[in-house]
T-cell receptor, first 116, second 114 residues
């Protein structure tokens, strides 16, 4: 069975600084995808970034980038130049490429506060 | 235009009642999902449908019955509501059921059982 672990329940960062959220996962499969979703106070789940396991290059989306370490089964999210609007719950998620019906497995979440 | 919509957004009801939550997507996707987010904000999949067929039933009590009348709709009916059913329920959709497909979430329905 696959599991996803986020060991930081809460984090805070000053506006304009950089913060890194940790995520580790466990699987015996080699073909999978990893995601970071953001859930602001509005409750809406928003995709931040995704990473294909077969790609060695780390994904980036503007101020958001990941550090994907496949051997270590680690998938951290770096937010640069933090903004007040980044305040949210962040979820790491995992899905197998095949035969899972698209099932996403989520970590426990990290609540990020960006302070002015 | 709302891509994935859910009604109602809030639902307060008494234990033992039966209630339904509706979900609609206008993205033309083939696959739809129900997730449950508990009071600790942990998200877990409940069901997945592809082209109106059930493909995942994640050991959910049979008081929960999803119904997909067509590809654009996936409703969730809950019988004999219990206190432990209080949660936020999210509907999501994706082009297909493979891991390559990004899932798009609805705004959630907060259910409170008293």
């Amino acid at each position: 069975a696959q599991t996803v672990t986020q060991s930081q329940p809460e984090m805070s960062v000053q506006e304009a600084e950089t913060v890194t959220l940790s995520c580790t996962y466990d699987t015996s499969e080699s073909n999978y995808y990893l995601f970071w979703y953001k859930q602001p106070p509005s409750r809406q789940m928003i995709l931040v970034i995704r990473q294909e396991a077969y790609k060695q290059q780390n994904a980036t989306e503007n101020r958001f980038s990941v550090n994907f370490q496949k051997a270590a089964k680690s998938f951290s999210l770096k937010i640069s130049d933090s903004q007040l609007g980044d305040t949210a719950m962040y979820f790491c998620a995992f899905t197998l490429l095949y035969n899972q019906g698209g099932k996403l497995i989520f970590g426990q979440g990290t609540e990020l506060s960006v302070k002015p | 235009d709302t891509a994935v919509s859910q009604t109602p957004k809030y639902l307060v009801t008494q234990m033992g009642n039966d209630k339904s939550i509706k979900c609609e997507q206008n993205l033309g996707h083939d696959t739809m999902y129900w997730y449950k987010q508990d009071s600790k904000k942990f998200l877990k999949i409940m069901f997945s449908y592809n082209n109106k067929e059930l493909i995942i039933n994640e050991t959910v009590p049979n008081r929960f019955s999803p119904k997909s009348p067509d590809k654009a709709h996936l409703n969730l009916h809950i019988n004999s509501l219990e206190l432990g059913d209080s949660a936020v329920y999210f509907c999501a959709s994706s082009p297909g059921p493979r891991g390559t497909e990004t899932q798009y979430f609805g705004p959630g329905t907060r259910l409170l059982v008293l």
